[in-house]
Structure formats: structure tokens, C-alpha cells
């Protein structure tokens, strides 16, 4: 069984975070684990709150999961503080973890800060070496150079400015622009890009999450790089083009799609 670890945020919704992580690795056959980071009070609206664990605890996470059981990649997401992030760093370097993919979780969907902007520099600096793959979304790209980015080529420029800084290999996710969702994928050589047509519906909720989390699941599977962005690209994509409605706001996408049907009794339907 390939196994997969999530350090992140919960989502009481269930549509991202912990959550989401937790459905996608089941979706692409793998076994999935976490490490809870900051616990959220939030619905399809919005974040109403966040309590952060303490450092020593998403440590000692950590350390049970690799003491006991080997580990075959390894997704980061939501981590608010520099304090959480140091403990998170030395105990990734100290148990070897390879495979790790970086989702720089910085603002949500409704417009609330989860990371503390002291925390910025911190992930940059400690998180974003380890990362054998950074998916940053137009707005925390924004954050992570400092430049506006509204153009394809921006996109590329920001994604030779991230790689930059350490990870080795930098996936821009295009989905706030106009037109088709266009992703970058940066090496350090070359651009590829992975498209998708625009698909007409509101409820995207948890899209980040699952999508980085979907390239680590195929990353465990020894993909490699390309492969697994790709593979990744394909699986949110029928994920949001089968999303349903969830309470009063931004629903969720299906992570599971292509186990249900219409006669299951949820929107989407998919192959079984």
C-alpha cells in the first residue's frame, strides 16, 4: 500500500484541508495520514475562526507517523505561524522525507488570512527548499515575489522567480484568470503548461488542496514530476466538473466522481 502524509489545517466543512487531502489520496488509491495543524471554524461561506496547535503537538505528529510507518510522499498545507513551520521543517530534514509538495496556503476563497503575514518569509526560507514540487495560486505567487501577475507570460516569469528560491520544481496554478485554466510548470529548463477548458459552475471549494494533494498521491506512485502534475491536472478537473452544491455557499468539488452515480444521490455522478 503507497502511503501519504498530510500535514495541514481541518476543514470542519469537510470540503478542503485535512479533509479534502484525505479523499483525494483514497480517490487515487493510496493510504492517507495527517498531521493537524490549525483546526478551522468554517462552512461553505466562509472561515469564522482558526485555533492553531501548538508546535510541540504537530511535532509529535510527525514524529509517530515516520517512527512507525513509512511514508511515500508527503503534502504540506495550511501552516500559520513561523513556529509551526520551524517545527515542521527540522522534523522533515531530521526523518529524510522526500517527495514533499508544498500548497502555500495564504488566503482563502471568502478572503480570510491563514498564514500570519510574520510567517511568510518563514515558509519561503525553511518550507519551500524541501519542496519538490510548490503550487502556488495566482494570489500567493503575488505574495511570494511581490510582482502583480495577470498574463501567461507573468506566470512563467513568477515561476523562475519562486523556483528561485529553492523548490525544484514550481507549478502555477492559472485558474484566476480569464479564459481556460492554464497551469505553468517550471523545472528550472522548461515551461510546460496543462490546460483545461473553463468549467461553468460555483462551487470549487477545496480546489487548491486537491489538486496538490493529487500530485503527491501520484508522486508516491512513482510518477514522475510531468506525470504527476498531469494526472493531477485531469483528476481536479473532473472533480470541479462534477462538484454539487453544499450548503449556502461554495460547494465542494466530488472527490470520489468517478466511484458514484447520478442514482447515488449526488450531483455529479461519474464512472463506477
Known amino acids: 500500500m503507497i502511503k501519504v502524509l498530510t500535514i495541514a489545517g481541518s476543514d470542519s466543512c469537510g470540503g478542503a484541508g485535512i479533509q479534502a487531502d484525505l479523499k483525494t489520496f483514497s480517490a487515487l488509491g493510496t493510504y492517507g495520514m495527517s498531521v493537524i495543524t490549525a ?24 514524529n509517530a507517523v515516520f517512527e512507525d510507518i513509512k511514508v511515500d510522499a508527503v503534502k504540506i498545507g495550511m501552516v500559520s505561524n513561523a513556529a509551526i513551520i ?17 500548497d502555500p496556503v495564504m488566503i482563502s476563497k471568502s478572503g480570510c488570512n491563514l498564514l500570519q503575514p510574520q510567517a511568510r518569509d518563514a515558509l519561503i526560507k525553511e518550507l519551500l527548499p524541501l519542496a519538490e514540487v510548490v503550487t502556488p495560486n495566482l494570489l500567493e505567487a503575488e505574495t511570494i515575489i511581490g510582482e502583480k501577475i495577470s498574463t501567461l507570460p507573468a506566470m512563467e516569469k513568477a515561476a523562475v522567480a519562486i523556483k ?20 505553468v510548470l517550471y523545472d528550472g529548463n522548461t515551461f510546460r503548461h496543462f490546460a483545461s477548458g473553463r468549467i461553468p459552475t460555483a462551487h470549487t471549494h477545496g480546489t487548491g488542496c486537491t489538486f496538490s494533494s493529487a500530485i503527491a498521491a501520484f508522486l508516491a506512485k512513482g510518477h514522475p514530476v ?13 472533480a470541479i466538473a462534477h462538484a454539487f452544491p453544499l450548503g449556502q455557499g461554495v460547494g465542494p468539488t466530488h472527490h470520489f466522481y468517478r466511484f458514484y452515480s447520478n442514482s447515488d444521490g449526488i450531483n455529479g455522478g461519474g464512472e463506477r
Not at 515542521?88 to 508544498?102: C, D, F, M, N, T
Not at 528561485?164 to 492554464?182: C, P
Not at 510531468?226 to 473532473?238: C, H, L, P, R
Open 86 to 102: 520551524a517545527v515542521i521543517a527540522e522534523s522533515l530534514l531530521r526523518h529524510k522525507a522526500q517527495k514533499i509538495v508544498l
Open 39 to 62: 483546526v478551522t471554524a468554517q462552512n461553505t461561506r466562509g472561515v469564522y475562526n482558526v485555533r492553531e496547535l501548538d508546535p510541540e503537538i504537530v511535532r509529535d505528529q510527525i
Open 164 to 183: 528561485s528560491l529553492g523548490a525544484n520544481n514550481v507549478a502555477v496554478k492559472g485558474g484566476h484568470l480569464e479564459g481556460d485554466a492554464v497551469d
Open 226 to 238: 510531468e506525470e504527476a502534475v498531469a494526472g493531477a491536472k485531469e483528476y481536479i478537473s473532473g
